[in-house]
């Protein structure tokens, strides 16, 4: 069954993303799963975002047949379904292209955990997935093995961007908001010649386990 309310809220979700320019252009995009009916609300491809609504979100089949919807998924719809089949308890998908931390992923350099809200909101520090070309199976596998490794919520994607998870849209949010606030810091540390200091690994394990 198609749920309105799940499209309104990939729709809202996604605008709020384009207003604090976590996406650029066309560039970005975002789903939910509603595993109860398999089915994935995910943004159109190359729909521009000032003009989106409700009714022009997507609702795809993991194998990527449509399901509703009058426009086509977002190409990067494998890499939504690679998440949702490989990671359980993965609800919602942002795939934004911010740009300190896409800098960051050009570059294949991994954001240390330099800030303590990194522990509580990614898992500690954001790794960097493979690169893979866009749109295809490698890169949903990829970012898989990348944030599966040692249990992050966030990895940024090699030459391309940044993948962040979550239980649900809101979640899934503010990780990748947290990803780039994370990045623009560690590219201005590193840039001003100072040195990033890291916290400790112990104070890492500490507040994981508060």
Known sequence: MIKQSLKEAVCSETLSCWREKLF????GNLSCYDREDDLIYITPGSF??????PEDIMVIRPDGTIADGPHRPSSE?????EIYRSMK??????????????????SHTGIPVI????????????????????????VGRNAVEAMMKDGRNACLMANHGVCAVGGSLAQAHIRATYTEDAAKIYCHTLSSGLPAVLIR??????????
Do not use: C, N
């Not at 990194?118 to 790794?127: A, E, K, Q, R, Y």
């Open 24 to 27: 650029a252009g066309t560039s």
């Open 48 to 53: 521009p975002y000032d003009l989106m609504k």
């Open 77 to 81: 719809w494998r890499l939504h379904a």
């Open 89 to 106: 308890d993965v609800s919602a998908v942002v795939h934004t292209h911010s740009p300190y931390a896409t800098a960051l992923a050009v």
């Open 115 to 138: 800030l303590i809200e990194m522990v509580p909101f990614l898992g500690g520090d954001v790794p960097v997935a493979e690169f893979a070309l866009p749109g295809t199976e490698a």
């Open 201 to 210: 690994e112990e104070d890492i394990q500490a507040m994981k386990e508060q």
